[in-house]
């Protein structure tokens, strides 16, 4: 079948809402379709997103995925994606989570936004982005595949949200004229031990330009971002396992830590 067939695009949509609901992988959508469009796989995701709402799930928010070296050399990609934050996905620091309710998670400690005001438009300058911005935060993201393993492209991976599992927000701050994120250290342990670290510059020079690429994305599909919503600007470090029995900590010299209880 075409994959930009309507019925592709629902049968598949189909097949990965069901592998996370039953916890059964499906295999990689490249494999059968190798030159799947980055437009189709948008497509499929956004069909995803939409029947997520028509069950009572409410959007909060994008994420930008692979927007650090680390992440496009581990995960064999050259662009960001992005994906839909939803609020059932949405957890709040110190919070507990079952690792049997995902099949191969991962985590990825982030630099994240509330925005003030809506963000919208192709060709933002840096300074817009920034005075959008209301609050500033870390988050652990928690990303998990729906497919049957981890060697996938980047358009498996926006098909299937970006890869998005779980947020855990910290506790969110005003964002200080003087505060300079692309300089930020974030530091990230597991069961107290450091086993990650990355700057702000990390993704795209400056967590703030996550915003404008992301703003600009949406634009072409006649969307943007909007005041109150939250936008995770991407990992600052290569993503790390993530287990049962283990607690994974980040903290910052100026942001508030956050942290996630895995049982």
Same mark, same amino acid.
């Given at each position: 079948?075409?994959?930009?067939?309507?019925?592709?695009?629902?049968?598949?949509?189909?097949?990965?809402?069901?592998?996370e609901?039953?916890?059964?992988?499906?295999?990689?959508l490249?494999?059968?379709?190798?030159?799947?469009?980055?437009?189709?796989?948008?497509?499929?995701?956004?069909?995803?997103?939409?029947?997520?709402?028509?069950?009572?799930?409410?959007?909060?928010?994008?994420?930008?995925?692979?927007?650090?070296?680390?992440?496009?050399?581990?995960?064999?990609?050259?662009?960001p994606?992005?994906?839909?934050?939803?609020?059932?996905?949405?957890?709040h620091?110190?919070s507990a989570?079952?690792?049997?309710? #995902?099949?191969?998670?991962? $985590?990825?400690?982030?630099?994240?936004?509330?925005?003030?005001?809506?963000?919208?438009?192709?060709g933002?300058? #840096?300074?817009?982005?920034?005075?959008?911005v209301?609050?500033?935060?870390?988050? #652990?993201? $928690?990303?998990?595949?729906?497919?049957?393993?981890?060697? $996938?492209?980047?358009?498996?991976?926006?098909?299937d949200?970006?890869?998005?599992?779980?947020?855990?927000?910290?506790?969110?701050?005003?964002?200080?004229?003087?505060?300079d994120?692309?300089?930020?250290?974030v530091?990230?342990?597991v069961?107290?031990?450091?086993?990650?670290?990355?700057?702000?510059?990390?993704?795209?020079?400056?967590?703030?330009?996550?915003?404008?690429?992301?703003?600009g994305?949406?634009?072409?599909?006649?969307?943007?971002?909007?005041?109150?919503?939250?936008? #995770?600007?991407?990992a600052v470090?290569?993503?790390?396992?993530?287990?049962?029995?283990?607690?994974?900590?980040?903290?910052?010299?100026h942001?508030?830590?956050?942290?996630?209880?895995?049982?």
């Open positions: 079948m075409d994959e930009s067939d309507d019925r592709w695009i629902a049968a598949t949509a189909s097949a990965l809402l069901a592998a609901h039953e916890n059964v992988p499906v295999e990689v490249t494999r059968r379709l190798p030159g799947l469009r980055l437009e189709t796989a948008y497509r499929v995701q956004a069909a995803i997103v939409a029947r997520r709402i028509a069950a009572g799930a409410r959007v909060v928010g994008h994420k930008a995925g692979a927007t650090s070296k680390a992440i496009q050399e581990q995960a064999g990609v050259d662009e994606d992005s994906g839909v934050l939803l609020d059932d996905m949405v957890l620091t110190g989570m079952h690792r049997s309710v #995902l099949m191969q998670p991962r $985590v990825e400690a982030e630099v994240a936004f509330r925005l003030g005001s809506d963000l919208s438009g192709p933002l300058a #840096l300074e817009e982005a920034r005075a959008a209301k609050e500033v935060f870390l988050a #652990l993201e $928690v990303i998990d595949t729906r497919f049957t393993d981890w060697q $996938v492209t980047i358009a498996d991976s926006i098909a949200n970006a890869s998005c599992a779980r947020v855990v927000t910290g506790p969110m701050v005003a964002l200080e004229p003087d505060l994120l692309a300089a930020e250290p530091v990230v342990s069961n107290g031990t450091a086993v990650a670290t990355g700057e702000g510059r990390a993704v795209l020079g400056d967590p703030l330009r996550v915003l404008v690429w992301l703003a994305r949406l634009h072409r599909f006649g969307d943007g971002l909007r005041a109150g919503q939250l936008v #995770l600007a991407g470090h290569a993503s790390l396992p993530l287990e049962a029995g283990t607690t994974v900590h980040a903290h910052s010299p942001l508030p830590p956050v942290e996630l209880h895995v049982r």
